[in-house]
């Protein structure tokens, strides 16, 4: 299953998308830096920049790591969504690939799937016109540069 990020809310198609995952469907998201977080700006970049303070003062390398790549920013998020310490939770995640744009190329290569012929879903029902901001600008806020 394909589906197409843009201008969807963050949230809901990540609950959507772990649904499918645990379901057994391998579910491959595309243009992850249109998707949109619902809320004021200014509280999203705050909360965001909050998150980036936390850290290990002891060792740097054992985490938390923070993305700033919006393909990764909405990976993680997807796993938010699942059982993430149970074995199906992790085996779910391995079926999840999360792409900036529209990788021709890439899905093909990786995947077999010709994204020409392949129907991509848009989800409508989850569409909404909301007030927020874009993935892909609390990415270069943060700091990520995609």
Known sequence: MIINAEGHILGRLCTFVAKKALLGEDVIVVNAEKAVISGNKD?????????????????????????????????????????WRKSRGREAFKRVMVYIG?????????????????????????????????VGEVCRFIGGKF
């Open 102 to 134: 529209i990788p021709e190329e890439e899905i093909r290569k990786r995947h077999n799937i010709d994204i020409k012929k392949a129907k991509i879903e848009d989800l409508n029902e989850m569409k909404k016109d909301i007030k927020g901001i874009t």
């Open 43 to 83: 509280v999203i970049f705050r909360k965001e920049l909050e998150k980036l303070k936390i850290r290990n003062l002891g060792n740097p390398r054992k985490g938390p790591f923070h993305q700033k790549r919006p393909d990764r920013f909405v990976r993680r998020s997807i796993r938010g969504m699942l059982p």
